[in-house]
């Protein structure tokens, strides 16, 4: 490139160049799903599963049709519904949340730490109401949340823990793999997700057969013997193309993670911008940095700073769950979850994903150590 052309911009995600490094393999897998037709369910969904569930270090692996519908049906299997109150955190992507409202019960807000910005397992306690049933603790942007601090309030009261690692395929807590902590955890297989498929997907992981007997049964019209229906069910299949696409990308996974942390490495060692405050890892915390997040006093500022480098940051989230307006009928105010509010409001997302080369990666440190 010549000196005066300017650089590429560098996106918060670029999806396109892993596609490219995978598509001959994902293209001969989906002729033979084609020649077999095999396009809803099937052997290469059953193959994932047995894949997948391997990976993760738990006994069973049930394939559905996005994230959202696997925390829908976490919810009926543990047999939460009206009435019931569930407990997840305010920063979390709104789908957290959608599963326990497409259950029928009520989702009941808890505020983030000001240091990790994972669930506050402190601020559970309080929460908790004779309705409470379960937690869904969140691996946000791919840090475990602290398992053992949660599963401790859990036990204490008789509640479920379930796991949403939509963005944490692969991280792991003291040493194991996310997923195998709560008495379900549910992944998203969207696109942009770590482990994405070319397609919508999405899965539970289990340690107990009989979750993993009712959920297949759910997901497919309520029903294990063809036509024969034991209860009012879903059709939340994983498609086939989906399914053989992601054994392929399962393959490479853990390479992919380990680019992302190796640049998640550089960018905690070579960030010295005292403006700019990095997310909190304590030693426990083995991220897959699904997202990169950091916060700025003004974000505004911030962004143009980085879009005059050529660097294109995006935020995760700005709005807490809370304040949404699908969510007003619960009652909740500004001020309520301060951390969650705050980090709403101040979040910015940094380029991270395995195959920004290392000139990018010194482009956004770079530009991060500029501002002022
Ligand atoms: C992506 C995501 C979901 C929902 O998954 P979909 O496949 O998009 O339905 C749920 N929770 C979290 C934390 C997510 O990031």
Known sequence: MADNQPAEMIPCLDLKRQHASVRNEIFSAFEEVYAQTAFSGGPWVERFEKEFAAFTGTPYAVGVNNGTTALHLAMLALGIGPGDEVIIPANTFIATAW????????????????????????????????????????????????????????????????????????????????????????????????????????????????????????????????????????????????????????????????????????????MINTDVRLQAQPEWAESIYHLFVVTVQDRDRFITHLQARGIQPALHYPVPCHLQKAYLHLGHKPGDFPNSEYLAAHCVSLPMFAELTDDEVQRVIDAVNAYT
């Not at 379900?184 to 397609?199: M, R, V």
């Not at 054994?247 to 680019?259: D, I, P, Q």
Request: charged share 25%; with cysteine; net charge neutral.
């Open 99 to 270: 599963g326990v409202s497409h259950a029928g019960a009520t989702p009941v807000f808890v505020d983030c730490r000001h240091d990790t910005w994972e669930m506050d397992a402190g601020q559970i306690a309080a929460a908790i109401t004779p309705r409470t049933r379960a937690v869904i603790g969140v691996h946000l942007y791919g840090q475990p949340f602290d398992v053992d601090a949660v599963l401790h309030v859990c036990r204490e009261h008789n509640l479920f823990l379930v796991e949403d690692a939509a963005q944490a395929q692969g991280a792991r807590y003291k040493g194991q793999r996310a997923g195998g902590f709560g008495e379900l955890a549910c992944y998203s297989f969207y696109p942009g997700k770590n482990l994405g498929a070319c397609g919508e997907a999405g899965g539970i992981t289990t340690r107990h057969e009989v979750y993993d007997r009712h959920l297949r049964s759910l997901r497919n019209h309520g029903s294990t013997v063809r036509y024969y229906h034991d209860e009012i069910g879903y059709n939340y299949r994983m498609g086939g193309l989906e399914g053989a696409s992601l054994s392929v990308k399962l393959k490479y996974l853990e390479a992919w993670n380990n680019r992302r942390r190796a640049i998640a490495a550089r960018y905690h060692e070579e």
